[in-house]
């Protein structure tokens, strides 16, 4: 049964960025000013982007800064940087998710780290949000590599069902970028959006109240426990840096184990 979600103000939020998207001689070094404003980082794979080089240095540039770590799985798909869909069976996305997952463990390994949750990308991540079964074949993979990883997903009726359905612990993500439907749904259609003032009342609105701008002009409840960044638009550091003024971002469950006195 779906759980309701419930319009309240926030206190202790995960800001995420991805990491890791270069490639090659393809670079993106502007993604490592971001690591002073977010909580967790999402590092690639090797499939959609990524290379050990790269990898390797947004482990040590983590490890650096003490930002949680997680894996940024996605399609095998370089040239369209993991943003076409494909059609795949059951065994075949169990493989290329454990196959990700696990070369991100172990290089996190070689450096005495430890990766704490595990998030789609692009194609994929779309068809998680809007196909049960397919979540769940991605959520049972990610189970297969370790228990104690967290599913990080966009906010809604198909990761809360995960959640309870399989018993995997979830990160419930809106998107500070993407416009959404009245059933939280996001509209890939239309633009995102890239204003500063807009994305930061955006922010606003989420923590006052879980509650998300939608395309019909009014607000929809949320279960929020990470806002996603994106650093592809000229104006992406000054967004983050706002948002990183009006609250300052804490790793997903971080709140609960400070209140259990293993923290202060």
Known sequence: MQKTPVKKSIKSIDFNCDLAQGYGVYKNNSEYDFLDYVSSVNISCGFHAGDPQTIKRALISAKEKNIVIGAHIGYSDIQGFGYRAMELSDDELEALVI??????????????????????????????????????VLARSIQKCSQWLTY????????????????????????????????????????????????????????????VNNTSDGLTIAKVDSIHFSNKYSNSLEIIQRANSLIKPEPVRYGRVKASGWVE
């Open 99 to 136: 196959y990700q997952v696990g070369a991100i463990m172990s290089f996190a390994k070689a450096y005495n780290l430890e990766i704490e949750h595990v998030r789609p990308h692009g194609a994929m991540y779309k068809k998680a949000s809007e196909d049960f079964h397919f979540a769940t």
């Open 152 to 211: 990080c997903g966009a906010s809604g009726e198909i990761i809360e069902k995960i959640a309870d359905y399989i018993k995997i612990p979830v990160s419930e993500e809106i998107l500070i970028d993407k416009q959404y439907n009245q059933e939280l749904g996001i509209e890939y259609s239309l633009p995102d959006i890239t204003d500063t003032e807009v994305c930061i009342k955006r922010l606003q609105t989420i923590l006052h109240s879980s509650q």
